[in-house]
């Protein structure tokens, strides 16, 4: 398909979400197709930064995820104490959940090479293995959201948000500092002669922040991926007669029990998802031609939805992924997006491991 005609429908299907939903609905809409094209376009993926700190010591991947993070929280920081009753922070339990979540989470990425956004970006670039991921990670996401509350009996306490707790200024301060430490260790891993550098992913990381936080003024709440994957399963099953909403701790919740009665064109998380989807289908209709990843063998195939299920399921677990947990948590101010980093990171350090091992 030709961009002019996928500029076509995205179109209509713009009018029709503005007409037939809310004209928020149909701005989210725009927000996601920005956010696609962005990570498309830019490649920015945030499990690859990470892989290529660890196998090729070079930053600029890892340095441009932090200058999103310093960009995001300087303006989301401030909006949140000023408006405290429209807007929330993407807050998550410290808890022993969290702890497996985002180890298992950081492994997995790195085997089914996406995490939550990557996943879609590439889905919508039509690389084969995550358009299969993609319905899996749904369905591993709806899962460990039916099953969370199991997780957090284990040990679990209150969500702690900077902003509320010390102000908006301190919170960026004490963000500020984390964020130069991240940023010290990275260029230690990396050592002095390594690149650091990349100007279309700097330029990258600026955007994707600024849409961020458009993302949090429209929809009153933080940048996701993983909730509207969960919605999606909850649906189907649902839909079908094999799970009952008002029997599960998480989806008897008024707030997800709602999202499960209405529309998902009503979710601001799923209308953003289906936003990146198409702007990373936009950007795929550039070049009709373009290379095709190498054809997977059988054992690939089987490890990589074996990953992108634990995606989903553990995503659920550690209250986010690379976007919800580390963009939209720390950036907010949520302690949680701290304790996800190191937990990922070290998870990540497994999978490319196993990943070298099937050859992806």
Known sequence: ????????????????????????????????????????????????????????????????????????????????????????AALGPPSFSLLIGAFVFGAAMQIADGCGSGTLYKAGLGIPLNMVILPVFALGSFLGSAQVEQWLALGSMAPVGLVARYGPWEAFGLTCIGLLVLGGAAMLWAGKSAPWFSKKLFIGAVVLAVLAALNLVIAGTPWGIVYGFGLWGAKIATAVGVFDPAANAFWSQPVNFNSLSNSIFMDVTSITNIGILAGALWIAARKSSSAKPAPLTSKQWMVGIIAGFLLGYSSRLAFGCNIGAMVSGISTGSLHGWIWVPL????????????????F
């Open 1 to 88: 398909m030709n961009r002019l005609s996928l500029s076509a429908i995205m179109a209509v299907f713009f009018i029709a979400l503005a007409w037939f939903v809310s004209i928020r609905q149909a701005v989210l809409f725009l927000v996601g197709i920005g956010m696609g094209s962005v990570l498309a376009g830019a490649r920015f993926g945030f499990t690859t930064g990470w892989r290529r700190l660890i196998e090729h010591r070079d930053a600029s991947g890892v340095m441009a995820q932090l200058l999103l993070l310093f960009v995001a929280a300087a303006i989301s920081m401030p909006l949140l104490s000023a408006f405290p009753t429209d807007l929330v």
């Open 344 to 359: 990922a990171f070290c998870g990540s350090l497994i999978g490319v491991r196993i990943r070298r091992h099937y050859q």
